[in-house]
C-alpha cells in the first residue's frame, strides 16, 4: 500500500530532478544574418566538453586561410573542430541531428566520402556558390548531422546530405533538426522560433543585436559562442554563456602569425558552472546524492503520513525506539543538503552571484557532516531504527563526506 502511494509523487519529482540536474545533449544554434554592408554570423555551441580551443592555420598556393573553433581531449590528445572561416568570409559549422542512415535501391548503405569535405570547403571556396557546387559534384550521406555555410554576400544554405536548404537572403537559422522534413509544420525547436522572431524584428543587425539573440538562445551547458564579422573578417568570442566578457581576434593578424592553437579557457575569468561539467564525475555523484536525499525525504513523509493513518500506538519494538531529537537531525539535514544541491546544480550562476551569502552554506554542510556521523554513531550504539535504517543512516553519512569532497574539489570552501 505504501508503496503504490509512492507512484504518483515520485515520478513527477525524478522527472523534474531529472531535467534540472542531467548534463543536456549537443543542442547547438547558428544563424546568419545580413543587412547592405555587413553579413553577421552567430553561434552558439551547447555540449559538455570544457577544454575549449582555435585553431589558426595560414593559406598556402592552392589553400586559403582559415579558422577552426572546437574542442579538445588533454588526456587522448584528442581534437574536434566544430566550425570555422576561412579569410575569403566562408563559414561553416555542424549541428547534430536525429540519426537516419539513408540506403540505395538495393538496401545497402551509401558510403562515406573519401575526403573530408568542410577542410575541402574552407580551403577551396570563396563563396557559398562553389560550396554547393562542390556538394553536388559529390554524393554527400550525413547520418546524425547538418552543414551550415555562409559568406560575406550574405549568401546561406543547410547542407542535410543530397537535399540542400537555401537561406532567403536575409537571415538564415540552423537548429538540430532537418527542416526539409517540417512539411508545412510548425518547427520543433523553441531555440529556432526564438531567433527566427528576433531576426524578423531586427532593423540593422550589429554584433551587440547578435549577442543578444545568442543570450537568448544560449543553455546550461553552452560552453562557447561568438560572432563572426564576414566581412571584415572579425571573431567575437564569448565563454560558457557569459556574453559580458569577450575576446576579438582579427584573422588577418591571427594568419600572420603563422599556424598556432589559442586554448581560450583560461583567458576568461573561472566560472563554476564550468568547472562542475569539466569534473563530470563529481557532478554525477553530486546528482546521485541529491537523488538519494529526495527519495528519502519522500520516503520518510509517506511512511509518517502511513503510519498516522493507521492510528499505530506506543508499542514498538527496541529498535524502532528512536529519540525524537534523532528523527529531527536526519530529517533536517537531508532538507538542508537537498535544498543547496538542487540549487547549486541547476544554478550555480547564482551560487556565484551571491557568493558571499552562499558560499557559507558550503561552511555549513561540514557542520551537517559532523552532526549526521554523531547521529549514525549514536544509531548503531544505540540500535536505533531496523539494521536497514541504520545502514541508511550510514550511507547518508558517506555521502555527506563524499559531498564534502566535491565542494572542495569546486572551490566552495
Known amino acids: 500500500m505504501t508503496r503504490r502511494g509512492n ?46 580551443r582555435i585553431w ?11 579558422v577552426y573553433f572546437g574542442t579538445f581531449d588533454p588526456v587522448g590528445n584528442a581534437e574536434e573542430r566544430e566550425g570555422g572561416m576561412n579569410d575569403q568570409g566562408l563559414f561553416i559549422d555542424g549541428f547534430a541531428v536525429p540519426r537516419l542512415v539513408p540506403a ?79 512539411s508545412g509544420r510548425e518547427p520543433p525547436c523553441w531555440r529556432y522560433q526564438t531567433a527566427v522572431g528576433m531576426l524578423s524584428r531586427m532593423e540593422t543587425p550589429t554584433v551587440a543585436s547578435c549577442r543578444e539573440i545568442l543570450r ?24 560558457f554563456h557569459d556574453f559580458s566578457r569577450e575576446i576579438v581576434f582579427d584573422l588577418e ?44 525525504l519522500l520516503f520518510w513523509g509517506l511512511r509518517a503520513i502511513f503510519r498516522r493513518l493507521r492510528k499505530e500506538k506506543a508499542g514498538k519494538s527496541i529498535a524502532e525506539r528512536v529519540p525524537v531529537s534523532a528523527k529531527l537531525a536526519l530529517g533536517a539535514i537531508a532538507l538542508l ?23 557559507l552554506v558550503s561552511w555549513l554542510f561540514i557542520l551537517l557532516s559532523a552532526v549526521l556521523l554523531v547521529v549514525c554513531w549514536k544509531a548503531w550504539r544505540a540500535r536505533y531504527w531496523t539494521l536497514a535504517g541504520r545502514i541508511h543512516c550510514t550511507a547518508m553519512a558517506l555521502s555527506s563526506l563524499g559531498i564534502l569532497a566535491v565542494l572542495a574539489s569546486w572551490r566552495l570552501f
Open 104 to 182: 540505395q535501391a538495393d538496401g545497402t548503405h551509401i558510403k562515406d566520402l573519401s575526403f573530408d569535405f568542410v577542410d575541402r570547403a574552407l580551403a577551396e571556396c570563396a563563396n557559398v556558390g562553389e560550396v554547393e557546387a562542390l556538394a553536388r559534384r559529390h554524393r554527400i550521406r550525413l547520418y546524425s548531422a547538418q552543414w551550415m555555410f555562409g559568406d560575406r554576400n550574405g549568401d546561406s544554405i543547410i547542407i542535410e546530405g543530397e537535399r540542400i536548404i537555401r537561406g532567403d537572403g536575409r537571415f538564415q537559422v540552423c537548429t538540430n533538426f532537418r527542416q526539409s522534413g517540417l
Open 337 to 359: 543538503q537537498s535544498a543547496y544541491l538542487l540549487l547549486l546544480l541547476s544554478a550555480p550562476r547564482l551560487v556565484t552571484a551571491h557568493g558571499g551569502v552562499l558560499r
Open 253 to 296: 593578424v591571427e594568419l600572420a602569425k603563422g599556424s598556432h592553437s589559442i586554448d581560450t579557457v583560461h583567458r576568461f575569468p573561472s566560472k563554476l558552472g564550468a568547472r562542475m561539467l569539466a569534473s563530470r564525475g563529481a557532478f554525477y555523484f553530486a546528482s546521485f546524492t541529491l537523488w538519494f536525499l529526495l527519495f528519502s
Open 7 to 52: 507512484i504518483p509523487l515520485a515520478l513527477p519529482l525524478a522527472l523534474l530532478v531529472f531535467a534540472l540536474v542531467s548534463p543536456l545533449a549537443h543542442a547547438c544554434t547558428g544563424f546568419i544574418v545580413r543587412n547592405a554592408e555587413t553579413t553577421l554570423v552567430g553561434n552558439n555551441e551547447d555540449n559538455n566538453a570544457t577544454n575549449l
Open 216 to 239: 537568448a538562445v544560449s543553455g546550461r551547458n553552452t560552453q562557447y559562442s561568438y560572432v563572426l564579422d564576414l566581412n571584415a573578417r572579425r571573431i567575437h568570442y564569448y565563454h
Open 56 to 66: 589558426f592555420i595560414p593559406g598556402g598556393p592552392a589553400r586559403h586561410g582559415m
